[in-house]
């Protein structure tokens, strides 16, 4: 990560940056090659976030494409995972009150083994019966992402890749599988940083066609601004995959993120979630050391079928020591 006013660093990011200086890589992997494909998918099913997605990003709405970083990355933005240097590991939990849904997930990611090239893997086990239909399975995650960095803008690409294995039944009373997926897809993902201030992500999701509404096609668009100790964030989905009827934006919200004592964090968010007729809002809370951090997130729908969302994580960081 290059060196920066400390004073125009979060506290997460001081905290794993300023121990050494990372040397710049002279070029920038070819990675975003894919983000206009876009041909006919069937048409998404009504998903209220990303499966398996953390605590820390629920506070804020999700609304992360542009200010996610560490194991968060795969899911909004593996371009991201560049951002901050360190080995991260992540177990989190996550609830589903209208859909009776569970998700357990463990993660890693790495950006500091190798100067030029991050890495990260996730893995999530699902069950629940939303509607009283069993959706059972399992999701694998895997990233890479790299960075070119000068004193005043920073470009960071990545591409991430997903296994799905999900089990999609019938009523309860029924016997017999329905709609199961067996697929892998990919996401490619940028992120411009300019002057550690303002943040412009960008995520092409779903690029390989699952044949599934479990994989929607689309293109995710972030703005991130910090006022130390202050974020903003503000996101929207655009949908690509061409299916009549369909949402040309059937996601957006925005959030924002307040640091206090250099160790916590409050976090509120707001969505339109259009695909589900709702609005949301959110909220969250957490600590952060330099090796350890807690995080809890809620969020209420506040009109539509007014479902909750809970989530936690603990996240684990090695001291970086110099060589």
């Known amino acids: 990560m290059r060196d920066r006013d400390p004073s125009s660093r979060t506290h997460q990011e001081r905290a794993l940056n300023a121990p050494l200086a990372r040397p710049r890589p002279r070029w920038l992997t070819a990675l975003v090659v894919a983000l206009a494909v876009a041909t006919v998918a069937p048409q998404a099913l009504a998903q209220s976030r990303e499966d398996g997605a953390p605590a820390e990003t629920l506070g804020t709405g999700d609304n992360a494409y542009a200010s996610v970083w560490g194991p968060a990355s795969m899911f909004f933005n593996p371009a991201a995972m560049s951002r901050a240097r360190a080995v991260i590991v992540e177990g989190g939990y996550s609830y589903l009150e209208?859909?009776?849904?569970?998700?357990?997930?463990?993660?890693?990611?790495?950006?500091?083994?190798?100067?030029?090239?991050?890495?990260?893997?996730?893995?999530?086990?699902l069950?629940?019966?939303?509607?009283?239909?069993?959706?059972?399975?399992?999701?694998?995650r895997g990233a890479l992402s790299t960075a070119y960095i000068t004193p005043d803008v920073g470009l960071?690409?990545?591409?991430?890749?997903?296994?799905?294995?999900?089990?999609?039944?019938?009523?309860?009373?029924?016997?017999?599988?329905?709609?199961?997926?067996?697929?892998?897809?990919v996401d490619i993902g940028l992120l411009l940083d300019i002057a550690s201030r303002i943040r412009l992500g960008v995520t092409g999701a779903n690029l390989i066609d699952t044949k599934s509404?479990?994989?929607?096609?689309?293109?995710?668009?972030?703005?991130?601004i910090l006022?130390?100790?202050?974020?903003?964030t503000a996101s929207l989905d655009v949908d690509l995959t061409g299916h009549d009827g369909a949402k040309t934006i059937p996601r957006f919200g925005f959030g924002a993120e307040y640091t206090f004592a250099r160790a916590?964090?409050?976090?509120?968010?707001?969505?339109?979630?259009?695909?589900?007729?709702q609005q949301r809002v959110s909220a969250g809370f957490g600590y952060v050391s330099a090796q350890v951090a807690f995080d809890l997130g809620y969020s209420s729908a506040v009109s539509g079928d007014t479902d909750m969302l809970f989530a936690v994580s603990v996240r684990y960081m090695p001291p970086v020591r110099n060589p």
């Open 227 to 232: 006022f130390d100790p202050l974020e903003v």
């Open 156 to 185: 960071f690409a990545g591409v991430g890749a997903r296994y799905l294995g999900l089990t999609v039944g019938q009523d309860d009373g029924q016997s017999g599988e329905s709609d199961d997926v067996d697929a892998w897809t």
């Open 213 to 224: 509404g479990e994989a929607p096609r689309r293109l995710g668009l972030g703005l991130g």
């Open 98 to 125: 209208g859909r009776s849904g569970h998700g357990f997930t463990a993660a890693a990611s790495d950006s500091l083994t190798n100067q030029y090239l991050a890495m990260g893997l996730a893995y999530t086990y």
């Open 127 to 140: 069950t629940g019966a939303p509607n009283g239909v069993d959706r059972d399975g399992h999701q694998l």
């Open 264 to 277: 916590f964090h409050a976090r509120v968010g707001y969505v339109e979630d259009q695909l589900l007729g």
